[in-house]
């Protein structure tokens, strides 16, 4: 520091410390504490703000703690406010009382007493009005209730009947001006100006501000216009100052007081500071008010002398009892007039303007809360108005003290809560029951005065209809006689009177700051004469315009003689009428509004659904682009010769664009977009061509008739279009003897005439039914509902005849496959191009009912072309083309030659270049059986029929001996066994060998043969305890899951419903705050442990701990999954729960949210709570509770399976706003509105976890990997081979996540890897089925890496384990791949044969992979690794078997075909024809609950066998399907992993 700056600090420090010093060096007294602490200095808190008060009597509560009396043990309210305190107004006070004692009455109230603040949690004691009440309930209904709430108690109070209830005082119980100056400090400094030592003005200095919200003002609303807000509302010292312009002015008198001594003593001391002038004026103006209150207004309202000072008594209790809370407002409210006179200080009473002309007075019951200017209070207008109402309530008398109460009060008084008017006597009479306040007849005994022994004890002025009723109400019990009623109803009001005296008296001895009291040092004998001189006239004449001569000596009393008389004693009848009860409804006008918010909210997955489908379409249209590029070299261009229109299907389906195109050979062919045929139509199949033309809308509509076809339909975009394509083929049918006719007609009748497709395909529908039910001899209610069909009908379909491109479709074939021209050309026996009813029948006949050697003459005649009944070599080879045709042409022209020769040569024909039929048929004599089951496969077949057909499986011998030739005619082969499923049970056949021995397998068990001993109800009862054996991990850690959430759950919701702190809330929204509360909590702990199932490094480190043996690590997605959506069910119960809160909070009072919600509401009786959409968008967990909810729909869309395989770019990027969401969950649960944060408690540990999980993948993501070799292969796979890191450890069957930093860092795919752990380098096999794989794809293209001159690099992430890895813990394990999911497989097959060559033991003794793919070509890179492991496989544990799907059944005809090459093939070579491997080979789909079967019949010792499949889901939902099915025998269980991708 500057030595200049340290000069100017100490010179500012001095400064300050010489004004300090100035301003004490004038207070030389001790300046009492504005909240009343520290006035006894034995016990600190007496009188203080917030003090206890003190019960003269016992409390009388129903339970004896808190409970406060009801009916029917005492009266109702209300009945009883009309029986006692009814009756006629304008009897004047028998004292003379004026108007103006009775509010600064009201004012003194005010100053000592604040039991008007309600109590938390909220309690209510409601009053019924009874039926037919002429105020409240004219129309009789009996269902009115007027809320009435229980005020403020110590907590620690009302716990047991040692400790009954106590009510708290909010304001000090002290006479020292906390009406004008406030209960506090930071109350009296927000009054203060700080200038003068005076208290803030408003404009023009005569009024004090109006409140701006730092003032805690009480700002009910206006009962006669329901106005509220801060207008006319000033800050005054308390709270419930503004409740009337009459109490208001009281308060506006002191306010100006206390201004004008300040001003004095600024004049007169102009070197005081501000703090000297204030509390100077304050010490002056607290014992005026004193004075006054003691010795002027006190002996004028209880007409009684008030006892001598005798000094301060230390250990006396001047703390204010509930009886003179009760007594003293009682007392003061029958001296309300309904009326208060304003006048000048010429004693002129002014008239006031009301709605239907003008008035003598101010009405009472229209004044409360008053925010209007001028007649009806003061407002914001001239401060003449506040001099007025002085001036008038000092001349006019009071009613009489009595029990009668003004309607104004009884029937008009400001209601609470959501009701405009209440009755204020019932209000005290409720009052008085929850203060417990004891029985009239046990006060009066308290206070010396005799007991009540009769009713009409009460006074003989009492009319007897009056005391009768109250008799009744009470059953004549006197007892019973509450003491608000009982003092009202005595003649002298002595009960009341005593009570008040007493607690002023006590007020005044105990008080230590007495302006009296000799002892404090507050004043003079010389000052207290002089305060005891001054006289409230003394201060409004000080205050007001008005000079002494115009004001009484006493101005609480008016005597004869006194000037400015009053007019007239005021009554009802001289007044406005008072505006009637209106019911406030807090939720007017937001139904709408409301209901639209919940509509938008649960739109939200909506539009999200609607943001994703827009994703998802465009990266579809990306994509088919980006292949578009890629294929474009495959698709044919149309030619510019063909025309374009759009093609008509039939009603309700799109038109279609297609081209049309006309070639010389009369045949119209209709191309698709890219130049793929769609359909050939030939013109000269038929004598006449038929054209029909639209002659409507525009004439673009043309029919093109095809018999024995579908019609086509085409409507070009012109007219013109139109006639040039008619010239087209005119032109093209020219020279020829086809006549072309053209027809015209509407275009209506037009598509009416036209056969469509869709009736077309219902036509050969019924021809393949009819034609089933005549080959198969099948029911007519089995083929299908004939007897439904009308004749027409059936003759048309026994008429229809199938063209080539309709048989091909039967068959399942393209139609110019060779097979199809053989099987066509033979069935067409009259050659005219297409198949009748009667052709089609016969070749099914024979296929379906043939014997095997009239089967094979159909074959030898099919193939020999030139009918010279010789079947050459090359007709040989073109039969057995045709068969590999659906194979994709599999085989070369050379491998097909070399099974023909060996098949020559196993028949002895090696000599001959030509066979017969009978060499042809001993070629086949090893095959009847399977000859016998051929049959030609055909779409449509009924599903009657293939039920009872015989089916082919593969099963597994114990033993599996080595395929060698010469044990291949000895032994059966270790896999296609045949079995046909007969009636009287089933059979297992060996395929036919050298040998045709029968070998039966031990299907029925023991365990077989007792389940099917036991009931229905056993086996379900076996199969759920075969169940629970299986997932008994899953079941235990899912059960201990769920146990938790609804253990959290369920605590949430006891907590809030029976032991939460009593703040109220769930007496307020009790369903709601279960719900949500409850739903919070489970919400707090899913999404928190959730991120535990995302940790994979640490997953994958446990799976190789024993916790793996307890915990089913594999299951980690599913129950992430799984986690999820319980997460979302319970954020949806958050969320209904909510919504239930909000419209409970929406029509709840300030003062209830006040106790609900304290740090966000302040009580001050304006009533209408926030609207809706305070609650949902203007606080912090509202909106942010929406945004959850918007990112929630966000993420939980995107990561459908649907979205996410679309567009995984968009389910990862959307997959990242958990960040996003966690965020937003401390920031909804921070605010603390109903409990204090929470979800960190539940989140702290699995955050940590996660973060150091993230934190590794993190440290290895940034090291760039160098690819080392990147090669395409066939069937959009590419095969890329990298970098090892160093310290990469991994297990086969594990994955890693890879980014290429050519297409973007941020974008991770988790992919197999298909190298072994031995290997120096890592491998991924990667199919281009998305973008990212395309494009990753077209970066590895020769041309890619020309371009950029070098390989990309990679970044990794992993490994990762999952249940794959898992192989070599089974004894027996089943490896099921499909198309690319075989990679995992690749790893493991590699890694075994590895182990196999070293010698290396293993737990595996048996490993079968099965190898499902649409064609042995699609991964030939699989081929050379499963050759690999072949020849490395000296302990034979490997058996592959490849189900190829593209070939059909395998009872179909040239599946039999291919069956027999294949077998011939193994023969020769000792490896599969297709594949070239030792493997077995199949085709159609693998039929897994016989593999699995012959299994457990192989292996029975064997406990588990471990079955792991990895492919599309169809796939692995099959496998899984069969390990269900034999899981429930008491067999060998299948314990099944796998993978969808």
């Not at 207004?297 to 000072?309: F, M, N, V």
């Not at 077989?1008 to 009862?1021: D, H, M, N, P």
């Not at 070098?1350 to 027996?1372: A, C, I, N, R, S």
């Amino acid at each position: 520091m500057q030595p200049a700056e340290m000069m100017l600090s100490l010179a500012l420090i001095l400064l300050v410390a010489g004004t300090l010093g100035r301003a004490q060096q004038s207070i030389s007294w001790e300046v009492q504490r504005y909240d009343g602490w520290y006035n006894n200095l034995q016990h600190h808190s007496r009188g203080a703000a917030g003090a206890r008060l003190l019960r003269l009597l016992p409390a009388d509560y129903a339970d004896g703690v808190y409970q406060a009396l009801q009916e029917p043990r005492v009266p109702n309210a209300r009945q009883l406010s009309r029986v006692v305190a009814q009756g006629p107004s304008g009897l004047p006070s028998r004292r003379n009382t004026t108007v103006l004692a009775v509010f600064f009455g009201f004012h003194v109230l005010l100053d000592i007493l604040g039991t008007e603040e309600a109590g938390c949690p909220a309690e209510f004691l409601n009053i019924h009005i009874p039926a037919g009440d002429p105020v409240f309930d004219p129309a009789g209904t009996g269902g009115v209730v007027l809320p009435f709430q229980r005020i403020s108690w110590a907590p620690e109070t009302g716990q047991s009947p040692n400790s009954p209830r106590q009510q708290t005082n909010a304001v000090t119980g002290w006479l020292d001006g906390s009406a004008i100056y406030g209960p506090s400090h930071a109350w009296s400094d927000a009054l203060r100006s700080f200038s003068g030592g005076q208290l803030a003005a408003g404009p023009g200095r005569q009024l004090p501000r109006q409140t701006d919200g730092k003032v805690p003002m009480w700002r009910a609303l206006d009962p006669s216009t329901t106005q509220g807000g801060p207008k006319g509302i000033y800050d005054l010292g308390s709270a419930w100052g503004n409740e009337s312009p009459f109490l208001q002015a009281q308060g506006i008198t002191w306010f100006r007081y206390h201004n004008h001594l300040a001003a004095g003593l600024a004049r007169a001391h102009p070197s005081w500071s501000d703090e000297d002038l204030f509390q100077h004026a304050r010490k002056q103006v607290i014992a005026t008010f004193q004075n006054i209150v003691l010795y002027e207004w006190l002996p004028t309202l209880l007409g009684t002398r008030i006892p001598d000072y005798p000094g301060y008594q230390q250990h006396l209790d001047p703390s204010l009892s509930p009886e003179f809370v009760v007594a003293a407002g009682q007392f003061l409210a029958t001296m309300v007039p309904p009326g208060v006179y304003k006048r000048t200080p010429r004693c002129q009473f002014q008239r006031v303007p009301g709605p239907s002309g003008s008035f003598p007075a101010v009405r009472l019951c229209n004044s409360y809360w008053s925010r209007e200017v001028g007649g009806k209070g003061p407002g914001q207008g001239d401060a003449m108005e506040v001099d007025n109402l002085l001036l008038g309530m000092s001349s006019q008398i009071a009613e009489r003290e009595d029990r009668i109460v003004v309607e104004d009060l009884q029937d008009f008084w400001y209601g609470p809560l959501r009701y405009s008017r209440s009755d204020l006597v019932a209000s005290r009479l409720q009052r008085a029951r929850d203060l417990g306040l004891p029985t009239y007849d046990r006060a009066r005994r308290h206070f010396g005065l005799r007991p009540l022994r009769s009713w009409m004890d009460l006074g003989p002025h009492l009319p007897p209809q009056v005391l009768e009723e109250v008799a009744a109400l009470y059953a004549n019990n006197t007892a019973g006689l509450e003491l608000l009623p009982g003092g009202m109803l005595e003649a002298d009001s002595s009960l009341f009177s005593a009570i008040i005296l007493e607690q002023f008296v006590r007020l005044r001895d105990g008080d230590r700051f007495w302006f009296e009291n000799s002892q404090n040092g507050l004043f003079t004998e010389q000052e207290v004469i002089r305060i005891r001189n001054t006289s409230f006239r003394d201060v409004l004449a000080v205050v007001t315009q008005a000079e002494h001569s115009q004001l009484q000596a006493n101005v609480f009393s008016w005597s004869g003689g006194d000037p400015c008389p009053q007019p007239q004693q005021l009554t009802a009848q001289h007044l406005a009428n008072c505006t009637p009860l209106v019911v406030l409804d807090y939720f007017a006008g937001s139904g709408a509004g409301f209901g639209l918010t919940i509509v938008l909210l649960c739109c939200l997955p909506l539009v999200t659904l609607l943001v994703a489908w827009v994703v998802a379409a465009l990266r579809r249209r990306d994509f088919q682009r980006l292949q578009k590029r890629h294929s474009c070299s495959m698709h044919r261009e149309v030619t510019s010769e063909a025309m374009q229109a759009m093609e008509w299907h039939g009603p309700r389906t799109d038109r279609a664009l297609v081209y049309i195109q006309l070639q010389a050979d009369r045949v119209l062919k209709v191309l698709d977009g890219r130049g793929s045929v769609l359909r050939s139509i030939s013109l000269g199949a038929h004598p006449r061509v038929e054209v029909f033309l639209s002659s409507n809308k525009g004439s673009r509509a043309l029919l093109l008739k095809s018999p024995k076809e579908y019609d086509l339909v085409l409507f070009f975009s012109q007219e013109a279009e139109r006639r040039i394509f008619l010239g087209k083929l005119q032109g093209c049918l020219e020279g020829s003897s086809l006549e072309l006719q053209l027809f015209e007609m509407k275009e209506q009748s037009l598509l009416r005439l036209a056969v469509t497709q869709q009736q077309r395909k219902q036509l050969l529908e019924t021809f393949f039914r009819h034609l089933f039910a005549q080959v198969l001899e099948i029911n007519r209610c089995d083929a299908g509902e004939l007897d439904l069909e009308s004749s027409q009908k059936a003759k048309e379909s026994l008429a229809c005849e199938l063209s080539r491109a309709e048989f091909a479709e039967a068959l399942g074939l393209k139609a110019h496959s060779m097979f199809v021209d053989s099987m066509f050309s033979l069935a067409d026996k009259d050659g005219n191009g297409y198949i009748s009813f009667r052709e089609f029948l016969d070749i099914l006949v024979l296929f379906m009912k043939g014997s095997p050697e009239e089967k094979s003459k159909v074959m030898f005649r099919m193939y020999d072309i030139d009918e010279n009944g010789f079947l050459s070599k090359e007709e040989f080879l073109r039969m057995l083309r045709s068969f590999i045709e659906i194979s994709n042409n599999c085989l070369s022209r050379e491998q097909a030659e070399q099974v023909t020769e060996s098949m020559f040569c196993a028949s002895g024909f090696q000599d001959r270049d030509e066979l017969t039929w009978e060499d042809f048929h001993y070629m086949l004599r090893d095959h009847d059986s399977d000859l016998r089951l051929t049959q030609l496969c055909v779409r449509g077949v009924p599903e009657v029929f293939k039920q009872n057909l015989c089916n082919r499986v593969s099963f597994i011998e114990r033993k599996e001996p080595r395929r060698t030739i010469s044990e291949e005619e000895e032994t059966p082969s270790p896999v296609s066994m045949h079995s046909c499923v007969e009636q009287e049970g089933q059979e297992l056949r060996r395929r036919p060998g050298r040998r045709l021995k029968q070998y039966q397998l031990q299907l029925y068990t023991e365990a077989w043969r007792k389940r099917l001993e036991r009931s229905r109800a056993q086996q379900k009862l076996q199969e759920l305890k075969r169940f629970v054996e299986n997932y008994r991990r899953h079941i235990a850690c899912a059960g201990i899951f769920c146990a938790l959430t609804a253990g959290l759950f369920a605590e949430r919701a006891y907590y809030y419903a029976f032991a939460s702190p009593r703040t109220g809330i769930s007496q307020a929204t009790l369903v709601g705050i279960i719900i949500s509360r409850g739903s919070a909590a489970c919400i707090s702990f899913l999404f928190s442990y959730l991120l535990l199932t995302m940790c994979r490094n640490l997953l994958t480190a446990l799976r190789e701990t024993f916790l793996n043996r307890y915990v089913p690590f594999d299951a980690a997605v599913d129950f992430h999954r799984w986690v999820a959506m319980a997460a979302l069910l319970f954020s949806v119960l958050h969320t209904a729960g909510h919504v239930v809160n909000v419209y409970i909070f929406s029509v709840t009072p300030l003062s209830v949210l006040s106790c609900l919600f304290p740090s966000t509401f302040t009580n001050d009786g304006s009533q209408f709570p926030q609207k809706y959409y305070w609650w949902f968008f203007q606080t912090i967990p509202g909106m942010s509770g929406v945004l959850l909810l918007a990112v929630l729909a966000v993420i939980y869309v995107f990561a459908t399976h649907h979205f996410r395989r679309v567009s995984f770019q968009a389910f990862w990027l959307t997959h990242h706003l958990y960040l996003l969401l966690y965020g937003l969950i401390l920031v909804h649960g921070s605010y603390a509105l109903i409990q204090q944060p929470r979800f960190h408690l539940y989140f702290l540990v699995p955050a940590l976890i996660y973060g150091a999980d993230k934190l590794l993948s993190l440290s290895r993501k940034k090291v760039e990997i160098s690819v080392v070799k990147a090669e395409l292969l066939p069937s959009g796979v590419t095969h890329l081979r990298f970098q090892r890191p160093q310290g990469f450890d991994y297990k086969s069957g594990q994955w890693v996540r890879v980014a290429c930093t050519a297409l973007g860092t941020s974008e991770y795919h988790p992919f197999t890897l298909t190298s072994a752990p031995h290997e120096d380098t890592l491998s991924l096999h990667i199919r281009a089925v998305g973008p990212w794989t395309t494009r990753l794809r077209e970066l590895c293209s020769p041309d890619s890496l020309a371009l950029m001159g070098t390989l990309p690099k990679l970044y990794l992430d992993g490994p990762f384990g999952e249940g794959h890895q898992e192989w070599h813990k089974f004894e027996v394990s089943v490896l099921v791949g499909g198309g690319i999911g075989v990679t995992p497989f690749a790893s493991i097959l590699k890694d075994l044969a590895f182990k196999s060559s070293i010698s290396c033991r293993l737990l595996c003794k048996k490993i079968y992979f099965i190898w499902v793919t649409r064609t042995q070509r699609q991964f030939e890179w699989l081929a050379d690794i499963i050759r690999e492991v072949e020849e490395t496989d000296r302990q034979q544990l490997v058996s592959v078997h490849i189900y190829i799907t593209q070939l059909p059944e395998k009872f179909d005809l040239r599946t039999t075909m291919l069956y027999i090459c294949e077998r011939h093939f193994q023969k020769v070579l000792n490896r599969s024809l297709f594949t070239g491997l030792r493997s077995i080979t199949h085709f159609g789909r693998p039929p897994f609950v016989p593999f699995f079967s012959s299994l457990q019949e192989v292996y029975p010792e064997v406990q588990k066998i471990g079955v792991f499949s990895c492919g599309p889901p169809a796939m692995t939902k099959s496998v899984e399907k069969a390990c269900r099915q034999l899981n429930r025998k008491d067999q060998t269980y299948f314990a099944h992993h796998y993978e969808n991708f």
